[in-house]
């Protein structure tokens, strides 16, 4: 079996609700996860009840096309 080549050393806070911190490797300041549009519907929070932020599903969306 092959030696484990990267760990990824990354760790998330749960804020409020849908609202995460992640702190994550090449990254000084911590990402904003959150929820917006459709998938802030889905989830059934009210309009404007948390800041739009990009998803994590947008980024393993942004991830799998690169």
Known sequence: MSE???R????VERLQGPMRRA????HEEPVAFGVHGDVAEH???EPGKYPAQTTTL????????G
């Open 23 to 26: 702190w994550l490797p090449a």
């Open 4 to 6: 484990v080549v990267y």
């Open 43 to 45: 989830y059934g929070h």
């Open 58 to 65: 947008d980024y393993v969306v942004a991830a799998a096309a």
């Open 8 to 11: 990824s050393k990354v760790r």
